[in-house]
Structure formats: C-alpha cells, structure tokens
C-alpha cells in the first residue's frame, strides 16, 4: 500500500474570544458587570469607585471567597461539600468559646477553631473515600449531624471575641479590607499548591478519572481527604472572620449566608467542572467577585430583596450557560520544550 | 452460506431460555435483598417500632391518615427518582411547590367557578418550569445542579415579589378537599383521603411508566449516556421528560398541601432535599443508571416513620436533624456496598447447581460441495 | 458474603430503630450541660424556664410591671405613646431642612416585617411631603448579620445620612456595628430587636417579650387546669425577642402546672400539622401556645382534620389568626408586637432634627387583642390579605387602605 502525503489542513488562527479559555472569560464577564454596573450605579447618583463601595463589594468576596476556595478543591477531585454552613457556626462557636473575651487566647482559639474543622473535613473524607459514599450525600448528612449538635448546645451567642481580633473585620488598607487580603493570600496558596505540588496534581487526576489515576499509582484516598480537610479548615475560616465581625460566635451564622449553594455556584461560574478535574480557583475569586459586584449594585440601585434573588438566579444559569460548552481552563504544560508537547485546552 | 445445522442437523430443539431465574419467592427475597429491596423492610421495621411506641397508631383509619399526610413527600421523591435515576438533580422542588400553593391561594379565592381554569393553568406552569429545567441542562449544557438552583432562587424571588411575601389567603374549601377530605363511608378506615388516592395512582402509572420503553430509556441514559445515544436515544428528549416529571410531581404535591397546610410561602421549603434523602434511603444511586420507583416512595415513608418515631419517642426535635444525617450516610453506604457486589442472591437462596451447561451440539460435516465457501482472497 | 451484607443491613436498620428508640440517652447529654438545670423529666432540649440563658429577672420583673404602666401621649396615635423615662436632650441635632435618613433593614423575610415596611415607607411619604426627610436609602440585609454589619459600613462612609435608622438582625452580632454608627456623632435609632449598647439616641421597641410571655401564659393558664398540656410552636431559636417569649411562658407553666412542650416549626404549615397530629395521636391536647402567629391557621385545622376539640389558644394579630378564630370561636388571645413600631423611628427622626427630647429607650404600648376587641379589628381591616397585622397602625396614612390591601412592596 501506498502511503500518499496528507497535508497539514490550512490553519486558520481563531478569533480572540473563542480562543480564550473559561478563566479568561470569567475575568472578561467580571469586566464586562463592573462596566455595567459603574453605569448604573451612577444613574443612582453615587460612584462605583468611591472607597465605601469598593470597600462594601470586597468585603462581601471575603467570605464567601474563603468557602469558594475549598469548595474548588473538593470539587475537582469530584465530591461536593455541602456541610460548610454548619462548618462555619461551629468554627466561630469554637473560636468564640476559646477565646471568651482574652486577648491571651487568641491564638488557641484561632487553632481550635481550625483544628475541629479539620477533623470534620476529616470525617467527611473517610465518609466519601472509606464507605464509598457519594460527597453529596456524605457532606449533607455531616452536615446535619452537626446542626443537631449545635441546635441542641448552643442557643444563642457563645463566647466572645476580644478586641484586637475583632479588628481583623474591620481593618482596611484604603479601600481594601485585611480580610480580603487573607483571603486572596490564601487563593494564592491554593493555586501554588494545585499547581505546583504533587497533592495538586493529583488532586486534577482523581478528579479527572478515579479508575485511570488509581492504575497510574496515584493513591486516590489521599487527595479526596486532603480536599475536604481543606475545604472545612477554609470554611473555618469564614467562621473565624464572622466571628470577629459579629464580636460573638453564634450557632446559626452560618445558615444565613447561603453558603452551600453559592459557593458551589461561584465554583461552577469559574469555570471548575462539576464533574471534577478541570477548573481553577483563579477562576472562582472571578466568579465569586461577579457575585459580589452584582449584589453590591443591586443594593446600590436599593432593588427589592426577592427581585434580587430571580437575578442572581437567572446569572447563574445564563453566565454558565455560556461557556458550558468552552473550553475548559488551561493548565500550564509540564514540559514545554518537548517537540510533542500539546497544550491542553486548545478550542475544537 | 452453508451453515452449521441446516438440513442433515438433529431436530434438537434447545430449551428456550427461562424468562426468570428461580422461582418468585426466590425472586422476592433475592429483591429484599437489594437496597431498593431492603428500604421496605426498614419501612416495616420503622412501622413496627412506632406502634409499638404508641398503639393506636397500628389503627387501620390513623395508618391511612398516616399515609396521605406523607403522600406529598411520597409523590416528590417518585419525581425526583426520575431525574436522579437519569444521573441528574431537581433542587428547585421545593420552589415550584410554593407556587403552585400561592398561585391556587391568590387565583382561586372563593371563587368556586375558577378552580378548574387555575388547575390547568397550574399544571401548564409545572410543565414549562420542567422544560426550562431539562432543556437548560441538556441543550444549554449547564449541569443540572446549576440549572435547578437558579431556578429555584428566581422562582421563589418572583413568588414572593408578586404577592408581596404572603398570599392572599386560602382558597376554597372545595380545592382545599382534594388535599383535607376523601371518599367517605369506606368500611374499616371510614374515610379514604384522596392523597392516598392520588399517590397509588400516581405510583401505579410510575410502575407502569417504568415497564415502558421510556422508563428502560431513561435508566440506559442514566447509566451511560453516550451509550445510549449512540443507541438511538434522543438524550435530550428522555432527560427533559424526566424533570417534566419531576416538576409535575411537585405540582401535585402542591396541590395536596394547599389543602393539607394552607396557603404560605414557605409550604415546601426544603422539599428538595427531602425528596433527594428519600431517593437514596430508596437504594438510587445518585449518578443514575439503577433504582426502583417504588422505592422512592418506600424512602419518603420510610423517612416520615423515623421522625414519627422520633416524635413518639420524645426525642428533642433538635436531635432529629442528627439522627437523619446518621441514617442517610448509613443507608447510602449500605446501598453503595450492596450495588458494588453484585445482586447476588445469598447462598442459602440461591437454588443448587440443578442444569449442566446445555450439550454442544456435534459438529456437523460441511456438505460434500466445498468450493462454495466464501471468503477466499 | 452476600449473606453477611444481607443481615448486616438488617441489622443496621435495626441498630438505627434501637438507637432512636434510646431518647433518654441524648437527653441526658443535654442536661450535662447546664449546671443549673432542672432535675425531672424535662424532656425538653436545653435549658428551660426560669433557668433558660434567655431569662433575666430583672427585665421579667420590669416588663411585668410595665404591662401596666401609664403611656405618654395620646391612645389614638399609640406609636407615639411611650413610658415616661429617661429623655435624651437632641438640642444638638437641631437642625432645619430636609434630611436623609439611612435605614440598615434586617430583612423583609416575613408578613410581620413585610407588614411593617409598607407602612414605613407610607410614613415616609407624609414625612417627604412635609420637607422633614428627604429620602430614605434602604439596604435589605436578607436575615445576613455579615451583610447588615457591611450595609451599616457603607451608610458610615458613603451614605452621607443624617440619621442612621437600624433594625438589627442579631442583639450581640450588631453591637460592633451600631457602635460604631453612634461614634460617627450623627443621631441612631435602632428598632425591633436591639443591641447590647445604649448608645443609641433612642431604642424604640414594645414593651418586650417576657411581657408577651406573660400576657399568653396566664391567659392559659386562667383557661386550662392543672396538669393540661399545651404544645408551645416555636418559629425559629436564637432570636432574642422571640426567646424572650417563650423563656416567660415556661417559667409561668412550670410553676402552674402546665404541661408544656414546645417545637420549632420553622413556620411551615406542613410541618405545624404534623406536630400537632403526632401530639394529637399521643394524647390530648387542652392547649396552643404560639411565639409568632404564622401558621396559626395550620395549627387550629390540625384540631379540626383530627376530629379534636378546639384548643385555648394565643396567636397574634396576624389577619389569618383573627378570621379563623372568629370562625371557629375557639377561647383565644392575640398578643401583638405592635407592628405600629414601624412608623415610630421615622417620626422620632422628625422629633430629634426639631430638637425635641425623645426618650432614651421608647417602650411603646403592647396591648394584646382580647376576644372583645376582636370584630372591631376585623372591621377595620377587612379587605386586607391574610399575611397582614391588624395593629399595623397605618389607618391614617396616605395610600390606605390600597397598599396594604394590595400589598405592593417599595
């Protein structure tokens, strides 16, 4: 048989949007709400850019950014954590109960804090790995494991934050809060850690496929565990952080925020997969900030509180509707200057 | 081409293959077995404990009224295990409830003559909220937890700005008695409600919808979507039925609680994950592919006797959240155990090793004119 | 194998029956916990009546007292009335011109504060007219205390407000917020719920919630005998007005000898019926004890579905609780958190910019609605939804009665 020549097909460069991967076009869409919202907001007479505003819309990505950034995590190694909410009462509960008012106990109380969250995230680990469950089952059910504890110990505030911790709330460096910065200090260890650490990598192959990694000689226990660790010791944090806003830990602050759900949107918003193995948190902060501009500004505009909810609502569906079909987050090649290297992501 | 078995073969014929294997007892217990199987038995057993905890309840006329207040979550979960059991999630159950309840509380009114333009324009609103739901998931590509989200904040943003956060009032009476009254007069119980009513029918068109083409197209797409495409499925189509269905059910549900709860926004709230906790105590697998519809409703039972129980027990309602977070990792455990080996019969009931492999038949020479094989280059 | 995974399942469905069979152990793991706790048969999760967190003897006492107490002012306007106590001098924030007030909303997540709202913002629109407000920016805090601490930041630095207007989600959780409100030198007047400093220039509430406590439970109690039980449905825990509530009225059962057990209901009308059908299904049930009246309607059809008698029953003066008792004339009381409370920050903002002294801490009246006075508040609210309060105290306000009939939200 012949071989004839096949000629490379005529390549055609794609146009700039389409080459654009998911994380990109989340910063592009954040743009494109900041753009859309300075504009309304000053139809109501004020400046998105003044420094109670820019202040107002950062401290909202606080929280939630700390419970978006575990919640990338367990989700690209495939599981779900639903029992944040839960996570973050018990955290400031622990936290203000140690603590109790004295400066000296800060630090234990920060550490005993995040020392029961991390067994809770323990928990829910050998939950999904040990007995096989499902994390939507698991984290739920953890999760409600939890609220009966704290429904039948605690009713009411408990414990108390001293002063010095309550300033972490509060303290701002111009227009941007401590706490955000905590928070994007954190993002940045997530990304280095999934980027750069063997955890990480193995973390996206899991995620990717449990059955291929497990023959490739990753221990695939590992990973699903470290994730949940992590999201609980993060949602901890957000606990932590209620608790020195609200000066006194409290069982049910957690519930109030939505936490669950809106943590695993801002997730998918980013671009992660829900299925797992693709995504990155550079992604959610951009859609956990998205969530945070176009709260900031419906507030701004004083729009009804159940109107506010049909648009956050409908964002979310549309804004994943979107890209759904994109392509999924570049991650850098690990060997760039193999003549065979392919850079995944590229469009179809 | 000649063939093995043509003229010259024995007029053998083989056995036909046996529809079933073993007997329908062994069937049975082979399917208690199983966890779709084995959330019966726990509802049994659940049944049990509360009678014993408090004897009237075994009364024929208060199990029946048992039934139909639990009739709601019973037709809720047979919805979602139509979406679950195609490797999907319905999280806006709980919104569509409520409303349909606001809606039959601020249409209707007193206004007796309206009931039935309102209940068709209910039902039509249940249908567009599942194809909005499915087609966003299938054609949009948005996974359906995202989907079902969004669509649970909008819509119960949009209930609650419409009336302004609290409906109207009730409805009338004769609406309300499709969810508080039923067929009188009945011997033994006295009074059959018609949410009973409702939910055999609807588990019996369940049952029935299951044995269709539909139903064994729906658990393939569950399974293996691709495979099932491939197949000639349209993927699209058999998922977006399934949240018809699945809203439809709430639409029912909602229905029956105008009557059975009145009209408030809030009837129906975290239907959702009830109805998700009481597929899986059903044996489902979430990701789909396997389960049995009856099971569902056996979960949602199952589900409203343990806080029964709890009640009757004296258990501290804030203790409740906790044991059902316990009973639910438990019960998915179990049921991912009991898939993941097999639906294996134990031993005991597995029937002994009566039928040898059927006898090869001889070989049969070819015909004594050999040139006519094929396949010669 | 399959053997052993086979009677293992039924073996743990069985553990699980047993376990939740065992109550007396998880109570006992409450009990643990409070030193001072009450020994008996208390089945009841944490601690209760008098040795509840929430009660206080002091504040009991207090409200006892001022259930009684004269009112200032005239009984037509009763969200004007108030105790007489210490006044605050506003001299300082004499001031003409329109002002613009910045309210920090906790939430309009119920009829009560959807109920309130409206006439707030009907209350503005006479205030608006008169050149007293100039406007009024809201931020919704959805039931959120980070939200409601990030709302009442904003209105600090970029809200330009002459008067912070807060109606605080949690007591403790918005003390660091408030403070610093009052810090910035511009008058504060918190509402509904309050906060743990008095910084404020006035604390405008009702009376408060061991005075509802009190007012429910004797009327019980002067209904029902010794040893009757009455099931307490409790909307949500933590809250302190509504903890207030129910701390008074199991003091007052307990040391009547009331059987009292109480739920949260989460004020789902599904989840009432159950309760009460379950409680029905163990025994009688002489009495309903409600901290909120949502769902009062549910609770008094689970009587009726149950062939049961009525029960003696306190609701609230929510329009649902008012038709259905006077429908079923069952023996009951409305108590009332004087929903009027609503209009009163607006008009005590017009008193501070006038210089007028207004009270530190505003108690205004809080008058249950008796079987008497029921018809007449009927009547006057007729055409009105069923999520609407009959004390809203609007009835003189521009847009009545169509904007609470209609219930538009601002």
Same mark, same amino acid.
């Given at each position: 048989m012949s071989t004839s020549t096949v000629s490379p097909p005529t390549q055609r460069r794609a146009p700039v949007v389409r080459r654009l991967d998911t994380t990109q076009l989340v910063y592009v869409a954040l743009l494109a709400v900041i753009v859309v919202g300075t504009v309304l907001t000053a139809m109501s007479g004020r400046s998105f850019f003044s420094s109670g505003n820019i202040a107002s819309v950062l401290t909202l990505t606080s929280t939630l950014g700390f419970v978006a950034i575990g919640q990338t995590l367990v989700i690209l190694v495939g599981s779900l954590d639903l029992s944040v909410p839960y996570v973050i009462s018990l955290a400031s509960i622990v936290g203000g109960g140690v603590m109790n008012g004295e400066e000296s106990m800060i630090v234990p109380g920060v550490l005993a804090a995040l020392g029961v969250c991390a067994v809770v995230g323990l928990a829910n680990g050998l939950v999904v790995t040990g007995l096989g469950v499902h994390g939507f089952i698991a984290t739920l059910g953890m999760g409600l494991i939890i609220s009966g504890y704290l429904a039948s110990n605690y009713q009411g505030n408990y414990g108390s934050a001293p002063r010095s911790f309550q300033l972490v709330g509060i303290t701002l460096f111009g227009p941007v809060p401590l706490s955000t910065l905590i928070m994007l200090g954190c993002a940045g260890v997530g990304v280095l850690m999934l980027n750069r650490t063997r955890l990480g990598h193995h973390i996206y192959a899991v995620g990717g496929g449990r059955e291929v990694s497990r023959m490739s000689g990753v221990r695939t226990h590992t990973p699903v565990v470290a994730a949940h660790v992590l999201c609980s010791v993060l949602a901890g944090m957000a606990g932590l952080l209620l608790l020195s806003r609200t000066s006194v830990g409290s069982p049910t602050i957690g519930n109030q925020g939505g936490y669950d759900l809106m943590s695993i949107a801002a997730v998918v918003l980013g671009g992660t997969l829900l299925a797992g193995g693709r995504g990155s948190i550079v992604g959610t902060i951009g859609g956990v900030a998205i969530f945070a501009v176009i709260d900031n500004v419906m507030s701004v505009m004083e729009i009804n509180s159940f109107l506010q909810d049909v648009v956050r609502g409908l964002v979310i569906v549309i804004a994943v509707a979107v890209y759904a079909r994109r392509a999924i987050p570049r991650r850098a090649t690990r060997f760039p200057d193999r003549a065979t290297a392919v850079t995944i992501g590229d469009t179809p | 081409m000649s063939g093995i078995g043509t003229a010259d073969a024995p007029a053998t014929r083989r056995d036909a293959l046996p529809e079933h294997h073993g007997s329908i007892t062994r069937r049975f217990l082979g399917g208690l077995v199983t966890p779709g199987g084995a959330v019966f038995v726990l509802a049994l057993v659940l049944f049990a404990a509360v009678v014993a905890s408090n004897p009237a309840f075994g009364e024929p006329d208060r199990m029946v009224r048992f039934l139909a207040r639990s009739a709601p979550i019973a037709i809720i979960a047979m919805g979602q295990y139509f979406v679950i059991v195609a490797g999907e999630f319905d999280l806006s159950m709980g919104a569509v409830i409520a409303t349909q309840v606001v809606m039959a509380g601020n249409l209707i *009114?007193? %206004? %007796?003559?309206?009931i039935l333009p309102v209940l068709v324009a209910m039902l039509a609103v249940g249908v567009l909220v599942g194809l909005l739901n499915g087609m966003a998931t299938t054609l949009l590509g948005v996974p359906s937890f995202i989907v079902t989200l969004g669509m649970m904040l909008a819509l119960s943003g949009l209930v609650f700005y419409l009336t302004g956060g609290a409906a109207t009032g009730n409805p009338t009476d004769n609406f309300r008695s499709i969810g508080r009254s039923g067929v009188e007069d009945v011997p033994v119980i006295d009074l059959l409600p018609y949410p009973l009513v409702i939910l055999v029918v609807l588990a019996v068109f369940a049952v029935w919808l299951m044995r269709r083409p539909y139903g064994r197209t729906l658990i393939a797409t569950g399974d293996n979507p691709s495979s099932a495409a491939v197949s000639g499925a349209t993927v699209w189509w058999v998922k977006t039925r399934a949240f018809i269905l699945s809203s439809m059910s709430s639409t029912v549900a909602g229905i029956i609680l105008v009557g059975q709860a009145g009209v408030h926004p809030s009837v129906g709230q975290g239907y959702e994950f009830i109805a998700i906790t009481a597929v899986v105590l059903g *044996? /489902? /697998?979430? *990701? *789909?592919g396997r389960g049995w519809v009856l099971s569902a409703a056996a979960g949602a039972i199952a589900l409203d006797l343990l806080f029964t129980l709890l009640n009757f027990r004296e /258990? @501290?309602?804030?203790w409740r959240d906790t044991v059902q977070g316990v009973i639910i990792i438990a019960a998915v455990a179990l049921s991912g155990r009991a898939w993941r080996s097999g639906n294996k019969l134990p031993r005991m009931l597995r029937r002994p090793?009566? %039928? @040898?492999? @059927?006898p090869i038949p001889p070989a049969v020479p070819p015909p004594a004119t050999g040139s006519q094989s094929a396949g010669t280059p | 194998m399959a053997t052993r995974k086979y009677l293992s399942a039924l073996a743990a469905a069985l553990a699980f029956v047993v376990l939740t069979a065992c109550g007396s152990t998880d109570d006992s793991a409450t009990v643990e916990e409070d030193s001072s706790s009450q020994s008996g048969t208390d089945q009841k999760e944490g601690e209760s009546g008098a040795d509840s967190k929430w009660f206080d003897q002091a504040t009991y006492d207090e409200q006892d007292e001022q259930r009684d107490a004269t009112f200032e002012g005239d009984p037509e306007k009763p969200y004007l009335q108030y105790i007489d106590s210490e006044m605050r001098d506003t001299a300082k924030f004499k001031s003409s011109g329109a002002k613009k007030a910045c309210f920090a909303n906790a939430s309009i997540s119920n009829p009560w504060r959807q109920t309130g709202w409206i006439t707030m913002n009907q209350q503005l629109k006479v205030l608006q007219q008169q050149k007293v407000i100039s406007e009024m920016e809201t931020r919704d805090a959805k039931d959120d205390d980070n939200t409601q601490i990030a709302d009442i930041d904003y209105f600090i630095k970029e809200g330009k407000c002459d008067i912070f207007i807060i109606s605080p989600n949690s007591t403790a959780a918005m003390t660091p917020a408030v403070q610093r409100a009052c810090d910035t030198g511009k008058p504060v007047v918190v509402f509904d719920r309050g906060v743990e400093t008095d910084c404020a220039t006035s604390y405008i509430h009702p009376i408060g919630g061991f005075a509802w406590g009190i007012d429910t439970a004797d009327f019980l109690v002067g209904n029902l005998e010794k040893g009757d039980k009455v099931v307490a449905l409790r909307i949500l825990p933590g809250v302190d007005v509504l903890e207030n509530r129910w701390a008074a009225a199991d003091k007052i059962f307990e040391e009547e000898g009331i059987e009292a057990v109480d739920y949260f209901t989460g004020a789902d009308p599904a989840e009432i019926k159950k309760i009460i059908s379950d409680e029905l299904a163990k025994g009688d049930v002489q009495g309903i004890w409600m901290d909120a009246g949502d769902g009062a309607v549910a609770a008094i059809e689970a009587f009726e579905d149950a062939g049961a008698d009525l029960p003696v029953m306190t609701g609230e003066d929510e329009m649902s609780f008012l038709r259905k008792w006077e429908e079923t004339k069952l023996t009951g009381l409305a108590p009332v958190y004087s929903n009027f409370q609503w209009r009163t920050p607006l008009l005590a903002a017009q008193k501070i910019f006038a210089g007028e002294e207004v009270p530190a801490e505003w108690v205004l009246p809080q008058v249950p609605i008796t079987e008497e006075e029921r018809s007449e508040f009927l009547g006057a609210n007729e055409g009105m939804p069923d999520g609407h309060y009959a004390k809203f105290g609007g009835e003189d306000l521009p847009g009545y009665p169509e904007v609470w009939q209609k219930r538009q939200m601002p």
């Open positions: - | *009114g007193q %206004d %007796d003559s309206r *044996g /489902v /697998v979430l *990701g *789909g /258990v @501290p309602s804030t090793e009566a %039928d @040898p492999e @059927p | -």
